[in-house]
Nanobody, 126 residues
Framework: QVQLLESGGGSVQAGGSLRLSCAAS????????MGWFRQAPGKDRESVAA????????VYADSVKGRFTISRDNAKNTMYLQMNSLKPEDTAVYYC???????????????????WGQGTQVTVSS
């Protein structure tokens, strides 16, 4: 079974930066697209960004374009989310996820992901 573990969350002031990591264990995910999602209090979980298995293709939600950067290091079986210019509305629990099926393209649809981490809290204060 695949286990995903997020880290790097915390509290930061508006305009600050954080870098999230997602480490996979149990199976290599180097052949799978992966994504980041988030859920704010009282809201549905929403997509943030996704990256292809090779790392050469990425997609972003409009709300984070130009501020967040998704990347991966397959040698380390780890994915990252660099978050800059953070806003209070970025406050949420952030989840990483692994795509269902090998070699499939990255998408922002939660239904396309089978493997999920437990989440890491990001709090941005104004």
């Amino acid at each position: 079974q695949v286990q995903l573990l997020e880290s790097g969350g915390g509290s930061v002031q508006a305009g600050g930066s954080l870098r999230l990591s997602c480490a996979a264990s149990g199976r290599t995910l180097s052949r799978y697209a992966m994504g980041w999602f988030r859920q704010a209090p009282g809201k549905d979980r929403e997509s943030v960004a996704a990256i292809s298995w090779s790392g050469t293709s990425t997609v972003y939600a409009d709300s984070v374009k130009g501020r967040f950067t998704i990347s991966r290091d397959n040698a380390k079986n780890t994915m990252y989310l660099q978050m800059n210019s953070l806003k209070p509305e970025d406050t949420a629990v952030y989840y990483c996820a692994g795509r269902n099926g090998m070699w499939r393209p990255p998408t922002l649809s939660q239904n396309d992901y089978d493997y999920w981490g437990q989440g890491t809290q990001v709090t941005v204060s104004s």
